[in-house]
């Protein structure tokens, strides 16, 4: 059985950083994409970032510049990076991994961005 791990949320000040990472346990054969997605309160899950087996990302226009996605293939792990956090980034994101026939989430992490 599949599951994915996330870690790396927290409580964090404006203008600080957070690195979340996402890891499979498990085997998941021929995974197409990894991306985090986020919930806010009584917000729609929305994405965030994604990155495809070729390298390519997407970033949704509120986090460009600021957050980094990247990806260990090797380790079936995804990164996400943030930077110059701002309180709106406050939600619970998700790692997902796209496989062949197949959709995996992570249990998601909180990340609350406050003075």
């Known amino acids: 059985q599949v599951q994915l791990v996330e870690s790396g949320g927290g409580l964090v000040q404006p203008g600080g950083s957070l690195r979340l990472s996402c890891t499979a346990s498990?085997?998941?054969?021929?995974?197409?994409?990894m991306g985090w997605y986020r919930q806010a309160p009584g917000k729609q899950r929305e994405a965030v970032a994604a990155?495809?087996?070729?390298?390519?990302?997407y970033y949704v226009d509120s986090i460009k510049g600021r957050f980094t996605i990247s990806r260990d293939s090797a380790k079936n792990t995804v990164y996400l990076q943030m930077n110059s956090l701002k309180p709106e980034d406050t939600a619970v994101y998700y790692c997902?991994?796209?496989?062949?026939?197949?959709?995996?989430w992570g249990q998601g992490t909180q990340v609350t961005v406050s003075s």
């Open positions: 990155i495809s087996s070729g390298g390519s990302t």
């Open positions: 997902n991994f796209a496989a062949a026939g197949d959709d995996y």
């Open positions: 498990g085997s998941i054969f021929s995974i197409n994409a």
